[in-house]
């Protein structure tokens, strides 16, 4: 599969604003391994092999354990290498997005603040909703994994 084009280049503006939302990220409640698990089991859902690449890599960077990557994708299978706020987390990432199948459940948000006050909540959704987007950017463009 070919690149298709560069997002960066042939629409300036509007991966500039992509880089907006990650430079809010970076100023979050979320630590690195949350937001790299986020990324990560989004990333498996749309099936987006360059940011998997990219996100297993920073995740090992920040800390995250291989193992714990590798089963990532069956966590519901393995919840006891998942803390329940990871759980949670997980839970938020699939249902959101898959969106269309039932959305974030009234179960799962309430567990949610269960964790984490509205505004981490937040913070949460919008993690979520930016590596979405980057995931469909990457895909629809095939962009390329660094060898």
Not at 24 to 35: A, G
Not at 57 to 84: M, S
Not at 97 to 125: C, M, N, P, R, V
Request: charged share 20%; with cysteine.
């Amino acid at each position: 599969m070919s690149a298709r084009f560069n997002m960066a280049t042939t629409d300036a503006a509007a991966y500039k604003a992509m880089l907006g939302l990650e430079g809010y990220l970076q100023n979050t409640s979320l630590t690195h391994i949350q937001k790299e698990l986020i990324k990560i089991r989004a990333s498996q859902i749309n099936k987006c092999a360059f940011c998997l690449d990219m996100h297993t890599k920073d995740a090992i960077k920040y800390g995250e354990t291989p193992q714990r990557i590798f089963i990532l994708d069956g966590w519901t299978e393995a919840k006891e290498f998942f803390t329940e706020e990871e759980q949670v987390l997980l839970a938020m990432t699939e249902e959101i997005t898959l969106i269309s199948q039932k959305g974030l459940t009234e179960e799962t948000y309430q567990k949610a603040k269960s964790f984490f006050d509205e505004a981490q909540i937040a913070q949460i959704i919008m993690a979520i909703i930016t590596i979405n987007a980057w995931n469909r950017i990457a895909v629809s463009t095939h962009l390329p994994i660094a060898k």
